[in-house]
């Protein structure tokens, strides 16, 4: 009797070490992009802020400037193309870790009528969420076209990257936490500013049908909602351009119908974004570019609710730690600019 409960019990340590090892190593091999969906488990019931919405959403949300300048601690759980339907599920598994306060949505995707726009930004957008009902809810949700033989690789990626040994690089095992999940990158791209569309163009329905679920979720957890969109520009697509901001346009009616804050930075000025120095690209913010948008974020914060500045407190001691190691890497890009010169 004795033999077989050891038995048993060598077993049980035997599948659950598997199981660790197993898991750990899908997580390294998986593909990891700008404001990884994972990360947010890391500081659990700490946040204050969560930024979320595409690749605009992570050029544009600082949370080092967050801290430093209104004491308030935020992450950024952005994906490249993320659209409304995939932020509602990241959502959904954010709040089984976090109790924000505020919810800054950027609206840049939410021109796309699909529930996702391609495989690799689906992936990376939810490739992190640990497997549980969320994980399984997005899967069915999200792919219910798709056999579920397609849906197995989503449940477990390690069946997609089982192949990746060769391409692993230094970030697979070590990420830029003190950014959480924000960019680092001060390239600067001039370009003019274009205008603005008079009208405006209707938004797709499923950005409605998700939209709806996320105001709903966060008026369920006393979340308040703001949503802004980020300026960009255009290289060569100035009808694609247009197209796009006149979905701002006729946003920012409908939040205005429903109760719920718009900051459109494009068309007020109020972050002082300039087209010449605050630009990576034509549609992305740098970093200096996406410290002004947190600036003007912040001060809305300040204005409109009451949250704690949690400065001077030891028990965010390591908030500021970041801070300093995000100030360290400014100042060392420009003394190595210096010594260029």
Same mark, same amino acid.
């Given at each position: 009797?004795?033999?077989? #409960?050891?038995?048993?019990?060598?077993?049980?340590?035997?599948?659950?070490?598997?199981?660790?090892?197993?898991?750990?190593?899908?997580?390294?091999?998986?593909?990891?992009?700008?404001?990884?969906?994972?990360?947010?488990?890391?500081?659990?019931?700490?946040?204050?802020?969560?930024?979320?919405?595409?690749? /605009?959403?992570?050029?544009?949300?600082?949370?080092?400037?967050?801290?430093?300048?209104?004491?308030?601690?935020?992450?950024?759980?952005?994906?490249?193309?993320?659209?409304?339907?995939?932020?509602?599920?990241?959502?959904?598994?954010?709040?089984?870790?976090?109790?924000?306060?505020?919810?800054?949505?950027?609206?840049?995707?939410?021109?796309?009528?699909?529930?996702?726009?391609?495989?690799?930004?689906?992936?990376?957008?939810?490739? =992190?969420?640990?497997?549980?009902?969320?994980?399984?809810?997005?899967?069915?949700?999200?792919?219910? =076209?798709?056999?579920?033989?397609?849906?197995?690789?989503?449940?477990?990626?390690?069946?997609?990257? /089982?192949?990746?040994?060769?391409?692993?690089?230094?970030?697979?095992?070590?990420?830029?936490?003190?950014?959480?999940?924000?960019?680092?990158?001060?390239? #600067?791209?001039?370009?003019?500013?274009?205008?603005?569309?008079?009208?405006?163009?209707?938004?797709?329905? #499923? #950005?409605?049908?998700?939209?709806?679920?996320?105001?709903?979720?966060?008026?369920?957890?006393?979340?308040?909602?703001?949503?802004?969109?980020?300026?960009?520009?255009?290289?060569?697509?100035?009808?694609?351009?247009?197209?796009?901001?006149?979905?701002?346009?006729?946003?920012?009616?409908?939040?205005?119908?429903?109760?719920?804050?718009?900051?459109?930075?494009?068309?007020?000025?109020?972050?002082?974004?300039?087209?010449? %120095?605050?630009?990576?690209?034509?549609?992305?913010?740098?970093?200096?570019?996406?410290?002004?948008?947190?600036?003007?974020?912040?001060?809305?914060? %300040?204005? /409109?609710?009451?949250?704690?500045?949690?400065?001077?407190?030891?028990?965010?001691?390591?908030?500021?730690?970041?801070?300093?190691?995000?100030?360290?890497?400014?100042?060392?890009?420009?003394?190595?600019?210096?010594?260029?010169?």
């Amino acid at each position: 009797m004795k033999k077989n #409960v050891r038995w048993i019990f060598a077993a049980v340590v035997f599948v659950v070490i598997g199981l660790m090892l197993f898991f750990n190593i899908s997580e390294v091999l998986r593909r990891k992009g700008g404001g990884a969906a994972d990360m947010v488990h890391s500081f659990y019931d700490t946040l204050d802020v969560l930024c979320m919405g595409s690749s /605009h959403g992570y050029s544009a949300f600082q949370p080092n400037t967050l801290w430093n300048e209104f004491g308030l601690t935020s992450y950024v759980l952005c994906s490249q193309r993320q659209t409304a339907a995939t932020t509602y599920y990241l959502l959904q598994e954010a709040l089984k870790y976090q109790k924000p306060k505020v919810l800054f949505l950027e609206s840049y995707y939410f021109f796309s009528a699909k529930k996702y726009t391609d495989e690799a930004a689906l992936r990376l957008a939810i490739d =992190g969420i640990r497997l549980g009902r969320v994980k399984h809810e997005a899967i069915q949700d999200l792919l219910s =076209g798709h056999s579920k033989k397609e849906w197995l690789s989503y449940y477990l990626p390690f069946l997609k990257y /089982h192949g990746r040994w060769n391409d692993l690089k230094n970030t697979d095992f070590h990420s830029d936490n003190y950014l959480k999940g924000s960019i680092f990158d001060f390239e #600067v791209y001039p370009m003019e500013e274009p205008e603005l569309p008079e009208d405006g163009r209707e938004i797709p329905d #499923v #950005v409605y049908e998700y939209l709806e679920k996320v105001i709903a979720l966060c008026e369920e957890n006393e979340i308040q909602l703001v949503l802004f969109t980020a300026p960009y520009g255009y290289e060569d697509d100035l009808k694609g351009y247009l197209k796009k901001q006149q979905i701002n346009e006729t946003l920012e009616s409908y939040l205005e119908q429903q109760g719920i804050p718009y900051l459109y930075f494009q068309k007020t000025k109020e972050a002082g974004i300039d087209f010449a %120095t605050d630009f990576r690209d034509y549609a992305h913010l740098n970093t200096n570019g996406a410290m002004k948008i947190t600036r003007s974020l912040g001060k809305y914060i %300040t204005e /409109h609710y009451a949250l704690p500045d949690h400065r001077g407190d030891e028990a965010y001691q390591s908030w500021q730690e970041d801070y300093e190691a995000f100030q360290s890497r400014i100042n060392a890009m420009y003394a190595k600019k210096n010594e260029q010169e």
